[in-house]
Nanobody, 122 residues
Framework: VQLQAFGGGLVQAGGSLRLSCAASGGTFSNYHMGWFRQAPGKEREFVSAISWRGRTTYYADSVKGRFTISRDNAKNTVYLQMNSLRPEDTALYYC????????????????WGQGTQVTVSS
């Protein structure tokens, strides 16, 4: 499965962005999908995940209530709507696909996209 994330950019604090991750080369609906982020000098951290049919979602406490994950299996795409952005949300955001279980750990994912940069100015 190949994943391509896009939609990042520069936004002021309090603003919004919607990230998209397009999948190809596999049966998208067979995969749980996740979003992770990594800031310079920090480890990659979990942001959100969604089950293969979209019925179950997970969020990190730091983004709960501000970010919303969704997916469109007909379009082979997963989204991350990010509202009320904060400077601490600045990071490279990655999408990932997991074949077996939904996970909050990067090690639970089988495929990764290349990342899209989100920068939030104060």
């Amino acid at each position: 499965v190949q994943l391509q994330a896009f939609g990042g950019g520069l936004v002021q604090a309090g603003g919004s962005l919607r990230l998209s991750c397009a999948a190809s080369g596999g049966t998208f609906s067979n995969y749980h999908m996740g979003w992770f982020r990594q800031a310079p000098g920090k480890e990659r951290e979990f942001v959100s995940a969604i089950s293969w049919r979209g019925r179950t979602t997970y969020y990190a406490d730091s983004v709960k209530g501000r970010f919303t994950i969704s997916r469109d299996n007909a379009k082979n795409t997963v989204y991350l709507q990010m509202n009320s952005l904060r400077p601490e949300d600045t990071a490279l955001y990655y999408c990932a696909a997991a074949h077996r279980d939904m996970s909050r750990s990067p090690s639970g994912y089988d495929y990764w996209g290349q990342g899209t940069q989100v920068t939030v100015s104060s």
